[in-house]
C-alpha cells in the first residue's frame, strides 16, 4: 500500500493502467538487473586489480602468481551475465534489422514480439541446462584442474544467475511491447510515460 501511494497514478503509463502487476513487474526486473550489473561493476574492478597484482608479481617481483588467470577467467564469465539482461532492457545487443527496419510499426512489433520469444525459449534452455551442470558438479563435489581448485558449481552458478535474469527481463519486455509500453519504431524502449528510466 505504501508503494503504491508513493507512486503517482500519472507516472504508471500504459502499462500501469493496464496491469499493475506488470507494472511492478518491471521495477522488480529493473531493480534485480541493476543489482546485477552493481555486482558485475565490482568484480570488474576487482579484476584489474587481480590482473595488475599478476603483472606487478610477475615482471617486477619475479614471482609469478598462477591463480590470478583461472580467477579472472571465472569473474569475466560471472561479468558478462550480469550485464546480459540490463542491456536486454536497453536493447542494447546486436541486432540486424536490415528488413524489419522497412516493415510498418505493426510488423514491427510483431518481429519484436517474435523475437522476445525465442529469446525466452533460448533462455529457458539454457537455464535448465545450466541447472544440470550445476547441480552435477555439486552432487560430484567436482573441483577446478587448475591451481585455484575451486568447486566448480560455484562458478557455473553464475549463468543461472544470468540466465534467470534473462527470461525475467525478456519476459517483461515481451509484456511492454505488447501492451504498446515500448517504440517499435525506434527499437529502443520508451520509458518517458512510466518514468522507469531514471
Known sequence: MVM?????KSKRGVLGKSSPFLFYFDIFDKFLAQVAILFGSMLVIL???IVF?????????????????ELVSYFLVSIVMCGVAETLRRNDHITVDLIS???SHTGQRVVDLWGMIAVVLVSVAMFFSSFQMVAFSYRVDLISDG?????????????????????LS?????????????????????????????
Open 4 to 8: 503504491s501511494k508513493n507512486i503517482k
Open 101 to 103: 527496419s522497412k516493415l
Open 147 to 167: 591451481y585455484v581448485e575451486a568447486p566448480m558449481w560455484i562458478p557455473q552458478s553464475s549463468l543461472l544467475f544470468g540466465y534467470g535474469l534473462l527470461i
Open 53 to 69: 597484482y599478476s603483472v606487478l608479481m610477475r615482471y617486477i617481483i619475479n614471482i609469478p602468481q598462477t591463480w590470478t588467470d
Open 47 to 49: 579484476s584489474v586489480a
Open 170 to 198: 525478456s519476459l517483461n519486455r515481451f509484456a511492454r511491447i505488447y501492451f504498446h509500453a515500448i517504440k517499435t519504431t525506434d527499437l529502443k524502449p520508451n520509458y518517458s510515460q512510466t518514468d522507469l528510466s531514471n
